[in-house]
């Protein structure tokens, strides 16, 4: 299934998001990702419950403004009406990696990355249907990033969440998305399969996007040794299909 979106801004620009599935928004600086999700998060709220849609935003920091950490969930599960305990509260934490000890400190005190885990905790406590991350993984270090992944593999095969992540990585999108859409000012320029993007040399250069290293990597062997080999989006698989060309 798909979520449909028709003209969400002033470029009449629409958009199919596949639904239960991690839909990754690609673009070079400037192209218009975070205000892309802005409207994709109006237009899901128009009319509806706002329980349904999670919104992390790139800089969290923003939108914290209690005492401690523990009064920021306090407030956000009474905001949204939901079941108010201590185990509750700690759980919600626990579930991106941050413990007891964290209850009693400022949200504005702590690290970049722990302030992202904390957002994403506070997204996570209203068990949205859909989410929306831009740029959830600044400022992570490769452990907690790791852990956000698994995290949001999990909701999505597990739970059928929608995801739908804006990032300048394209990397992270070759790895992790089942369907992208590129942007470039703004504008809608691809939307489909990630190989279809990321092996057409004219649209990255269109879109001011880098190639993937995977890919830049196949690509490099395929000329070098002359066969015809697929594309992966794990190394390990393409290392397993370069062994067995090679052997």
Known sequence: MEIEFKNISTDDLSCHIKEGKINFIVGGVNSGKSLFLSLVNDEILDGKEISKVGFLRQNPEKYFFCNTIYDEVLFTLKKYKLKVSDKKIVDSLKIVGLDESYLSRSPLKIS????????????????????????????????????????????????????????????????????????????????????????????????????????????????????????????????????????
Do not use: H
């Open 112 to 247: 970049t990355g722990e302030q992202k885990k904390l957002a994403l905790a506070l997204v996570l406590a209203v068990n949205p249907k859909v989410l929306l991350l831009d740029e959830p993984f600044k400022g992570l270090d490769f452990t907690s990033k790791k852990m956000f992944i698994k995290l949001f593999r999990k909701m999505k095969m597990r739970y059928n969440r929608t995801i739908l992540i804006a990032s300048v990585d394209v990397d992270d999108a070759l790895q992790f998305a089942d369907y992208v859409i590129c942007l470039k000012n703004g504008s809608l320029i691809f939307q489909g399969d990630k190989f279809d993007l990321f092996t057409n040399n004219k649209l990255l250069k269109e879109s001011n996007i880098p190639k993937p290293q995977i890919i830049k990597f196949t690509d490099s062997f395929k000329e070098g040794r002359k066969v015809n080999i697929g594309y992966r989006d794990d190394i390990n698989d393409l290392m397993k299909d370069i062994y067995r060309v090679v052997r």
